[in-house]
């Protein structure tokens, strides 16, 4: 008789509702060791952004090159910027920057060219606007007073009731100040709106405007006309009085010598002493005429420079205002 034994029996059927179980367990717990050094690990910070791709980091390095005077370098990064991130909400303002450092190197030419272009092809009608003035602004600074006066008119008829419109009115006012058209000008200046930040200049402006053809000029014409009486005293009138003296000593000694070489029948010396007579007494008239001339526009000049000194465009000018193309400090 066969003993059975005291283990016990597994059958098939525990076997095949054991062992996915079991294997399912067993995976679990070998996954978990596995991921373990995984999770012990401390979290790696990102790696910094790529100066040479990040519109902040390119927009920042420009900016820093245009305020510190490198402008032909910032146009190369303002243009690094609109080739990565054409469809960038800051892109015209970053063309507006572009042609902003032409003017503010000097290269008139291409800030027109681009202040037209933006003023006539952008969306924003913002962005044109400044663009419009800016172009008039270019042709200010170049001293085409004519021509800014023909730029500035336009917009700032369109865009009166904004910023950008009276800010066109007050340049086109100095414009006229600029060119010597004293009435032009302080009818523009007082033109500017009473609730205008620039009502306080504009009406300091129009005033002075209206004493401009009153300052105490010299007259050519009389400088020309005492000179051909007498050389030399047209000088006077200005109050050059050495060279009045110059003049009138010179004349003299030449008239006196051909005459006394005529008298001499000597027709040969009169004939080259009154030939450079004649030349001292020309120089003289013409002399005084333009010391005048000088004299009136040093007047004028120094004149300008005083109103320019309290109510200058430079004081108002958009580019105290424009807003900021970089939300974060990038420093470099």
């Known amino acids: 008789m066969r003993r059975r034994s005291a283990a016990p029996r597994i059958t098939a059927s525990q076997v095949r509702t054991w062992q996915p179980g079991r294997w399912r367990i067993v995976l679990l717990g070998v996954l ?3 991921a373990t050094p995984l999770w012990c690990q401390p979290l790696q910070p990102s790696g910094p952004s790529d100066p040479l791709t990040d519109a902040n980091q390119i927009l920042g390095f420009a900016e820093a090159l245009f305020h510190n005077g490198d402008y032909f370098r910032a146009i190369t990064e303002y243009k690094r910027f609109l080739f990565l ?52 602004e270019t042709s200010f600074q170049q001293g085409r007073y004519a021509q800014a006066i023909m730029d500035l008119r336009p917009v700032a008829e369109r865009y009166r009731p904004t910023p950008i419109g009276e800010q066109a009115w007050y340049l086109l006012g100095w414009s006229y100040l600029r060119a010597r058209q004293w009435p032009a000008a302080a009818q523009t200046f007082a033109a500017i709106d009473t609730t205008s930040p620039l009502f306080p200049s504009s009406r300091a402006l129009a005033e002075a405007a209206r004493e401009g053809e009153d300052l105490p000029r010299k007259s050519p014409a009389l400088a020309g006309l005492m000179s051909a009486l007498i050389p030399g005293t047209g000088h006077f009138y200005m109050g050059r009085w050495r060279d009045g003296t110059v003049a009138l000593l010179l004349n003299a000694a030449f008239l006196a010598g051909g005459l006394e070489a005529l008298s001499d029948g000597n027709e040969a010396a009169a004939g080259l002493l009154l030939f450079f007579e004649a030349a001292w007494y020309g120089g ?7 010391a005048a ?10 004149w300008l420079q005083g109103l320019d000194r309290q109510h ?6 958009l580019s105290r205002l424009s807003p900021a193309l970089v939300l974060v400090h990038i420093p470099f």
């Not at 003289?284 to 333009?290: E, T």
């Open 32 to 34: 978990l060791i596995v």
């Open 293 to 302: 001339q000088k004299y009136n526009l040093d007047l004028e000049e120094r």
């Open 312 to 317: 200058g465009p430079d004081a108002h000018s």
């Open 85 to 136: 991130f054409p469809t960038d909400v800051r892109a015209g303002r970053v063309q507006l920057q572009i042609g902003l450092s032409y003017q503010r190197g000097q290269q008139w030419e291409d800030a027109r060219q681009t202040f037209e272009a933006i003023a006539q092809q952008h969306a924003d009608a913002a962005i044109r606007a400044e663009a419009a003035y800016r172009v008039g």
């Open 284 to 290: 003289a008239i013409y002399g005084a005429v333009n």
